[in-house]
């Protein structure tokens, strides 16, 4: 069975410019989560979408958008890039939301370069 | 709020050893889960093992075990028999009921297994 699949895997953009990530999960599962992780520190939560709904969204600039599609799987995109955005985007499955006992699986990321 | 404290920025360990990575949280969610995550140079956040706010007993999954004392609010994972694989950033975890039902993560532990 496929885990969750993220594109690209490694990715350099120019300040200003525009990035699409994208974000397949785990075969029946209908929650995907978006998170940045910077050099030396832990994940932090972007986005959760459920059911193609945004469920949830951390403190991040309104450069950072996301959908869901009815496949389930996800895209994150984020504008007018900044040095700041350098990090390695990764997104997380979940079959359900809501639920504190709800593991989460991690794909294996997006290494973005802002230069 | 929820807040996840690891307190060891970097532990060594001998192989075949057992070794303890220290975890703190704070919540006044009654209901909540605790996860540790494995995560290797390449990026990918490995999931190791889960606890639940209202589990009695300690979670294992083979040899990664969880010393869950509630009372104290720590979660710490123990890893015996310790392999050279093993080598790694450990993040400890933990996911709410709330409306984002996110993951808040702890700054990592790297964790090195000597010969």
């Known amino acids: 069975d496929a885990g969750v699949t993220q594109s690209p895997t490694h990715l350099i953009k120019t300040r200003g410019q525009h990035v699409t990530l994208r974000c397949s999960p785990i075969?029946?599962?209908?929650?995907v989560s978006w998170y940045q992780q910077v050099l030396g520190q832990g994940p932090q939560f972007i986005f959760q979408?459920?059911?193609?709904?945004e469920r949830g969204r951390g403190n991040f600039p309104d450069r950072f958008s996301a959908r869901q599609f009815p496949n389930y799987s996800s895209e994150l995109n984020v504008n007018a890039l900044l040095l700041g955005d350098s990090a390695l985007y990764l997104c997380?499955?979940?079959?359900?939301w809501g639920q504190g006992n709800t593991e989460a699986f991690f794909g294996q990321g997006t290494r973005l370069t802002v230069v | 709020a929820q807040k996840i404290t690891q307190t060891q920025p970097g532990m060594f360990v001998q192989e075949k050893e057992a070794v303890t990575l220290d975890c703190t949280y704070d919540?006044?969610?009654?209901?909540?889960?605790l996860f540790w995550y494995k995560q290797p140079s390449s990026g990918e956040m490995i999931f190791l093992i889960y606890?639940?706010?209202?589990?009695?007993q300690n979670a294992t999954e083979g040899r990664y075990s969880l010393n869950f004392q509630k009372a104290r609010k720590s979660a710490n994972l123990v890893i015996s028999a310790s392999q050279l694989g093993d080598s790694a950033m450990y993040f400890c975890?933990?996911?709410?009921?709330?409306?984002?039902?996110?993951?808040?993560f702890g700054t990592g532990t790297r964790l090195q297994v000597t010969l």
């Open positions: 075969s029946g599962h209908k929650s």
């Open positions: 979408y459920y059911e193609k709904e």
């Open positions: 997380a499955s979940s079959a359900r």
């Open positions: 975890a933990m996911r709410d009921t709330g409306t984002a039902s996110k993951l808040t």
């Open positions: 919540t006044s969610d009654p209901s909540y889960g």
């Open positions: 606890q639940g706010s209202y589990d009695q």
